[in-house]
């Protein structure tokens, strides 16, 4: 492990996540949009709270999200973990029935 994995390791990760197309109105298969530790991540939910959208925590789906990076697709081994909490954040903001 490096020293920058050995400090990621206890510092809060955080990633943004996005499937549903506001232009279209459809959903798509899931991308990350933002991704961090630390500040960033502190950023992240901030922008979260801002704007009204939930958030659902889940340290080690968040670990793995972060390391693929921004603008990444979500990798097959965690598609069901995120299409269960896209669902559950939807529901809360209105935007699945």
Do not use: W
Not at 17 to 36: H, Q
Not at 41 to 49: C, F, G, N, S, Y
Not at 70 to 82: H, Q, R, W, Y
Request: no cysteine; net charge negative.
């Amino acid at each position: 492990m490096t020293d920058q994995e050995n400090k990621d390791e206890y510092r809060k990760a955080a990633a943004a996540l996005k499937s549903y197309d506001e232009a279209t109105g459809e959903f798509r298969l899931p991308k990350i949009t933002a991704s961090g530790y630390g500040e960033v991540a502190e950023r992240i939910l901030e922008l979260a709270a801002a704007n009204g959208i939930e958030v659902r925590e889940d340290a080690a789906l968040a670990e793995m999200l972060v390391k693929f990076g921004a603008e990444s697709e979500i990798p097959s081994e965690a598609l069901v973990a995120v299409a269960e909490i896209l669902a559950y954040v939807y529901k809360l903001n209105g935007k699945l029935k």
